[in-house]
């Protein structure tokens, strides 16, 4: 017999809610308010089978570009067979979408480096904004204390026979 490859076919670890996470969802899931152009994590809550999104766009991040009263459009790229992105646009339920904190570390390094711009200018000095990688670590003397030196090195063969 042919295996059947439905609409929810492998999904039996994708959907499945964690461990004493089951049962009815809170109610604060529906207080979040999204804006157009905000941009959202789609993650899939099996709690609510309506408005769930399609398995692959589960673990995805999109940019709202709809909101209605109980569900966010959601506009994701897709990488199809021949390379090409396609950007796919859905509605899906508020309940299977959460705000993404992707930009966070963005906004925040554009605020620092807005910071030593001025500073810079202030000072009269040229500041570099790229991101340095981390060198390695200092050289030390390492303390011996009470301990004896002890010359590590390899035995010398020995025939068993």
Not at 91 to 112: D, G, L, P, T
Not at 120 to 138: D, I
Request: charge should be positive; aromatic fraction near 8%; proline fraction near 3%.
């Amino acid at each position: 017999m042919v295996r059947s490859g439905g609409k929810r076919s492998n999904t039996r670890d994708l959907f499945a809610r964690g461990f004493r996470q089951r049962g009815m969802i809170n109610m604060t899931t529906y207080l979040e308010n999204f804006k157009v152009g905000d941009i959202v994590d789609v993650k899939a809550n099996a709690a609510v089978q309506a408005g769930m999104p399609f398995k692959f766009y589960h673990g995805r991040t999109g940019r709202v570009w709809n909101v209605t009263k109980r569900a966010v459009g959601v506009e994701v790229n897709k990488t199809v067979k021949t390379g090409r992105i396609i950007p796919k646009r859905f509605h899906i339920r508020v309940e299977h979408v959460k705000h993404s904190n992707c930009r966070k570390n963005f906004v925040a390094r554009c605020q620092e480096n807005e910071k030593k711009i001025k500073e810079a200018k202030a000072a009269g000095k040229k500041v570099s904004l790229k991101r340095e990688p981390l060198g390695p670590r200092e050289a030390y003397i390492m303390e011996r204390g009470e301990s004896e030196l002890v010359n590590v090195s390899a035995s010398p063969h020995e025939d068993n026979f």
